[in-house]
């Protein structure tokens, strides 16, 4: 399966928008579901705005990692403390 960037997902939306989503799609060779999930994720956005989207959700994931490990750390602090000597 083929992988798209951002740049190709927003002119392939832009084309659908101009034509239609099924001829978009039988130009390309890529599913209409694919068209349909693309235009519900990056709905209006520019190409700047998808790659802005990118790093944000990369950063956002990085994040959620480290609050996660956070956690298991402050468990495992507690969970010492708890026992008594």
């Not at 939306?13 to 579901?33: C, M, Y």
Request: net charge positive; charged share 40%.
């Amino acid at each position: 399966m083929k992988r798209y960037t951002e740049e190709q997902i927003i002119r392939l939306l832009k084309e659908a928008e101009a034509t239609s989503i099924s001829e978009t799609s039988r130009k390309h060779g890529v599913s209409e579901w694919s068209l349909y999930r693309w235009r519900k994720m990056y709905g209006d956005m520019d190409i700047p705005d998808a790659k802005r989207l990118k790093v944000l959700e990369k950063e956002n994931a990085r994040l959620k990692r480290i609050v996660a490990q956070q956690a298991v750390d402050i468990d495992a602090l507690k969970e010492v403390l708890s026992k008594k000597w």
